[in-house]
């Protein structure tokens, strides 16, 4: 799981590095929200989480999904990635995170 965590942080380091939001937090935990996305651009309201199998049980998916929810209607964007876009299709996760951290 280290492993994941680390690819995944290198990938959205690279999406974000021609943005001007910088890196994000990890294991980020919103001061609005009063929840934590697995990284997170507070600034931007961007949050990015990596849903590995240990987030596939019922009262996890539960879980994420009411958080998912109440950071939505504070204006937070929450985008979720696999190991498919960590290891097969890396550009997902550019293309997907690319909007929204860089300025119109």
């Known amino acids: 799981m280290a492993s994941i965590a ?3 942080a290198r990938r959205a380091n690279y999406a974000s590095s021609s943005s001007t939001a910088g890196s ?4 980020h935990s919103s001061r609005s929200a009063t929840s934590a996305s697995t990284w997170g651009y507070e600034e931007l309201k961007v949050g990015i989480e990596y849903d590995g199998s240990s987030r ?3 009262d996890r998916i539960r879980h994420d999904r009411h958080r998912g929810n109440r950071l939505a209607t504070q204006g937070w964007h929450m985008r979720h990635f696999t190991d498919a876009d960590l290891y097969r299709h ?9 909007p929204l ?3 119109p």
């Open 6 to 8: 680390r690819s995944a």
């Open 24 to 27: 994000p937090t990890p294991n």
């Open 56 to 58: 596939l049980t019922r």
């Open 90 to 98: 890396p550009a997902r996760i550019l293309t997907t995170l690319r």
């Open 101 to 103: 951290l860089t300025p």
